[in-house]
């Protein structure tokens, strides 16, 4: 019984596999189409992310540029919005949109929106659960089978599923906002918001991906340990 659902197992990982990886490629496609339609407004994706804070009363944030490939990002810590340099000048729908998103996270932090505070606050727990889940599943494997240690292992990888579950709503909901501040005209024509759309709803896909991919890898311990117990 263990040997089959040890073998059996490995059909998770590469499940979870192949959903990341064409989440990856879907997000990358979606983006690199999009980035090709300039906006009919000539609006960057920092004057576009500019004017969003402004307008929502942000005009402290600062919005920097940062290196890499949609590595954009909201950090709350020290209030900052950075865009990569594939949105920071580009005046492409995608990269309005990605900005667009990322302001959305920055309003969700100023109306204190619940599941960012939930997620920020799983942080340590889940830095946690990263660094020492499977050291302690080892180890306990190692001193033959010690179901304590295993069980604990794998609560804490646990943890990392609930923070890509909470995460969820925090993405969803941050590109719900992008979608409704462009729907108003300001920056973009109506036309040019379906656009936005597919970029975003591409990217949250990777969010669903990430915690598909991780919760089969937890239900992957459960079994391997699971049939072990048996």
């Given at each position: 019984m263990y040997g089959y659902g040890y073998g059996s197992s490995y059909l998770l990982i590469i499940i979870g596999l192949?959903?990341?990886?064409?989440?990856?490629?879907?997000?990358?496609?979606?983006?690199?189409?999009?980035?090709?339609?300039?906006?009919?407004?000539?609006?960057?994706?920092?004057?576009?992310?500019r004017f969003i804070l402004d307008q929502a009363g942000l005009q402290d944030i600062q919005i920097n540029k940062v290196s890499g490939n949609l590595t954009d990002n909201y950090n709350p810590g020290?209030?900052?919005?950075?865009?990569?340099?594939?949105?920071?000048?580009?005046?492409?729908?995608?990269?309005?949109?990605?900005?667009?998103?990322?302001?959305?996270?920055?309003?969700?932090d100023q109306k204190n929106y619940a599941p960012m505070r939930v997620r920020a606050a799983l942080v340590p727990a889940v830095n946690l659960g990263s660094n020492a889940s499977f050291p302690i599943i080892i180890v306990g494997a190692l001193l033959g089978m010690n179901h304590f240690l295993i069980t604990i292992g794998i609560w804490l990888f646990a943890l990392i599923v609930l923070f890509q579950v909470v995460t969820l709503p925090v993405e969803f909901n941050?590109?719900?906002?992008a979608i409704k501040i462009l729907s108003s005209g300001d920056l973009l024509d109506s036309d040019?918001?379906?656009?936005?759309?597919?970029?975003?709803?591409?990217?949250a896909l990777t969010?669903?991906?990430?915690?598909?991919?991780?919760?089969?890898?937890?239900?992957?311990?459960?079994?391997i340990f699971g049939d072990n117990r048996n």
């Open positions: 192949v959903i990341t990886l064409w989440a990856s490629w879907y997000v990358n496609h979606n983006f690199k189409k999009y980035d090709q339609f300039a906006s009919r407004r000539g609006t960057s994706g920092a004057e576009a992310a020290n209030k900052t919005l950075n865009l990569s340099e594939s949105t920071y000048d580009s005046t492409s729908v995608a990269a309005i949109g990605v900005a667009a998103h990322e302001c959305g996270h920055a309003i969700q941050a590109s719900g906002r040019e918001v379906p656009m936005v759309r597919q970029v975003l709803l591409a990217a969010y669903v991906a990430a915690a598909i991919s991780t919760a089969l890898q937890l239900l992957r311990l459960i079994i």
